[in-house]
C-alpha cells in the first residue's frame, strides 16, 4: 500500500498486511458502525475509527486492531463543521488517499408525529442524518479522489422510503429521505470520475437505536456496506439497497 506517515516499527510492520484500501467510518464505536469498521479491518482494509466520543473511539479501535488487523481512531463529530475539517486534515497527514467513505453517524430522537414536532429535535436530526455526510463528504472528497476506484457508502433507513413510509419518527423518516437525495446528487457529480455513491438500507438491526426487539444482527446490518466496499459492482452507483439488491426510494 501507499506510505503511511508517522507510523512507528509496529504499526509499520501491521500495514504490510493489509491490501493497500484505507476507509473511515463515522459513528463507529459502537452499533452497526464498530460492525461495519470490523468487517472491513477484517477484509484487510486500514479502517479509521470515526467517533466524536474520544474514549469509547479508541477503545473501538483498539478491539478491531486486535489480531493484527489495522484500525486506528480519528475524532469526529459530524454536527460540527471545524470537527469536520480537523479531521480531514488529521487524515490527510497520516495517508494520502482514501478508498471508502462510510457515512454511519446518525440520531434518532423523535418521540412524537408531525404534528408535534418541534424545531430543535427536527433541526438536530437533520444537521446529524443528512447535512452532516454531505459536509463529511465534501470535506473529504480530495482524499477520495486519489483513491482507487472510491466508494461512499450513506447508511439510510427503509423509513425514509417514500413508498413505504408512515407516521413513525418524522424527523429521523424525513432526514433519512434527504439523505437518499444527497446520495442521488453526489453519485451524478462523481460517476465521471470513478467514485460510486450509494444508499443503504441495514434493517431493523439489534442495536441502541434498534431496540432488542429487533430481528437483525448487527453482521446482518453491516454485509452490505461491507459487500459494496470491497466487492460489489463498480457500475453500481446512485442506487438504494437492502441485502445487496437495490430497493425502491
Not at 506510505?3 to 509496529?10: D, P, Q, R, S, Y
Not at 450509494?198 to 426487539?213: H, I, L, R, Y
Request: charged letters at 20%; proline letters at 4%; aromatic letters at 6%.
Amino acid at each position: 500500500m501507499r506510505k503511511l506517515a508517522g507510523w512507528n516499527t509496529h504499526l509499520e510492520e501491521v500495514l504490510e498486511v493489509v491490501n493497500g484500501r484505507i476507509a473511515l467510518v463515522t459513528g463507529a464505536y459502537k452499533g452497526i458502525g464498530y460492525e461495519i469498521a470490523r468487517q472491513l479491518a477484517a477484509k484487510r482494509l486500514h479502517v479509521f475509527v470515526g467517533a466524536r466520543k474520544v474514549t469509547e473511539g479508541k477503545q473501538a479501535a483498539e478491539s478491531i486492531a486486535a489480531g493484527g488487523r489495522s484500525a486506528e481512531f480519528i475524532e469526529i463529530d459530524v454536527t460540527n463543521p471545524e470537527s469536520i475539517q480537523a479531521a480531514a486534515r488529521a487524515v490527510a497527514s497520516r495517508v494520502d488517499h482514501l478508498d471508502v467513505l462510510v457515512n454511519n453517524a446518525g440520531i434518532l430522537d423523535d418521540t412524537k408525529g408531525i404534528d408535534e414536532l418541534d424545531d430543535d429535535t427536527f433541526l438536530q436530526t437533520l444537521a446529524t442524518n443528512t447535512l452532516g455526510p454531505i459536509r463529511v463528504t465534501q470535506a473529504f472528497l480530495p482524499l477520495l479522489k486519489r483513491g482507487s476506484g472510491a466508494s461512499i457508502i450513506n447508511v439510510s433507513s427503509g423509513m425514509g422510503q417514500l413508498s413505504e413510509m408512515g407516521e413513525t419518527y418524522p424527523a429521523y423518516s424525513i432526514s433519512k429521505t434527504a439523505l437518499n437525495a444527497v446520495t442521488r446528487q453526489f453519485a451524478a457529480v462523481l460517476r465521471d470520475q470513478g467514485i460510486t455513491v450509494n444508499s443503504v438500507c441495514p434493517g431493523w438491526v439489534k442495536t441502541d437505536m434498534g431496540g432488542p426487539e429487533a430481528p437483525r444482527t448487527v453482521e446482518e446490518g453491516a454485509e452490505t456496506v461491507t459487500w459494496l466496499a470491497t466487492e460489489g459492482p463498480r457500475e453500481l452507483t446512485g442506487q438504494f439497497l437492502r441485502d445487496r439488491q437495490t430497493i425502491p426510494w
